[in-house]
């Protein structure tokens, strides 16, 4: 009998796989789907205290290997997604997750004490790396900044919280970022985001409107990075903070590669754009495949064992 079950913070999940917040999981359809999924949890799209459109479209294109997107956090308010979260509370839910984006830390403080204060159960994945909000920088290239975030929140907070990254690309960063986010209670990280402001060019033109083209990569072209990026902080996080992996993943191959980096859930965004839930039956198959093969019987049969040479 082979188990995809596997626990972040507290919680136990039925299988490793969810939707990366910010892709089908803006309104109630969308995460009632991803609630009726094969996926093991599921989390909703990052909000901001008042509701956004977003930015002009077209703000998302599918590319051969990935896709790019500057959406600009368009999302129902905050309200609407606490208000989600007490009704799957109410009916014995408590295992999803809650993704809050606020464009200030003071808005990320106010939502946090209404989540602190509420009946919500569940986990909150704090973004501190949307790439698309004009004038924004992401909080977690700054790393005075995110200190300061992570200070001021855990000086109030104590639900099971942890922090969405951006990509990092220097060892340095990773030890300095890691260095920090070790002081905290965090319970996990989740990495990556898209690599933000990349630009893709086609017959002459941009692809998308926002930023004169610019927008976050995600797919089979950041793959190598995010494994890097769960990998790294798999050997420098302290093991009580789990890590979730997010970026290119298609495949059971690539959810496997995931979670021998150090992974104990995977996220999957732009082939969950392009496919649909059906997704998450697919790629269980497919890694259930790769660990009867491996006689794997559970994700801790392999979970961060990655060889090195
Ligand atoms: O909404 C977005 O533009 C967006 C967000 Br909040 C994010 O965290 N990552 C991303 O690629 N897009």
Same mark, same amino acid.
Do not use: W
């Given at each position: 009998m082979i188990s995809l079950e596997t626990t972040i913070s507290n919680k136990t999940f039925s299988n490793c796989l969810m939707n990366a917040s910010g892709v089908k999981c803006m309104t109630l359809e969308e995460l009632s789907n991803l609630k009726n999924s094969e996926s093991g949890t599921w989390i909703t799209k990052s909000c901001t205290i008042s509701p956004r459109e977003g930015n002009p479209s077209p703000r998302y294109v599918d590319l051969q290997l990935g896709s790019i997107n500057s959406m600009g956090l368009p999302n129902l308010g905050f309200e609407f997604y606490l208000d989600y979260a007490l009704k799957e509370h109410k009916s014995g839910n408590d295992n999803l997750f809650f993704s809050v984006a606020g464009l200030t830390l003071e808005d990320n403080i106010e939502m946090l004490t209404q989540i602190e204060n509420s &009946? %919500?159960? =569940?986990?909150?994945?704090?973004?501190?790396?949307? $790439?698309? *909000? #004009? =004038? @924004? $920088?992401?909080?977690? !290239? &700054? %790393? &005075?900044?995110?200190?300061? +975030?992570? @200070?001021? +929140?855990?000086? %109030? !907070?104590? @639900? #099971?919280?942890?922090? @969405?990254? $951006?990509? !990092?690309?220097? *060892?340095?960063?990773?030890?300095?970022?890691?260095? *920090?986010?070790n002081k905290y209670q965090l319970r996990f990280i989740t990495c990556i985001n898209s690599i933000g402001n990349a630009l893709y060019v086609e017959d002459e033109s941009v692809v998308i409107k926002p930023k004169g083209g610019f927008g976050g990569i995600g797919g089979a072209y950041v793959k190598p990075t995010a494994l890097a990026n769960v990998r790294m902080f798999h050997k420098l996080l302290k093991k009580d903070i789990s890590i979730i992996g997010c970026g290119g993943v298609e495949s059971g191959k690539d959810v496997f590669e995931h979670i021998l980096c150090g992974a104990s859930m995977v996220q999957i965004g732009t082939q969950l754009m392009k496919d649909g839930t059906k997704v998450f039956s697919k790629i269980l198959t497919e890694l259930k495949e790769i660990m009867k093969d491996k006689n794997y019987t559970t994700i801790l049969d392999f979970k961060g064992k990655l060889k090195e040479l």
């Open positions: &009946d %919500f159960q =569940g986990l909150v994945e704090l973004n501190l790396s949307c $790439p698309n *909000i #004009p =004038g @924004k $920088p992401q909080t977690g !290239y &700054d %790393f &005075d900044r995110t200190d300061e +975030v992570l @200070k001021q +929140v855990f000086s %109030f !907070y104590t @639900k #099971p919280l942890g922090v @969405k990254l $951006p990509p !990092y690309f220097d *060892i340095v960063h990773f030890e300095m970022m890691a260095n *920090i986010l």
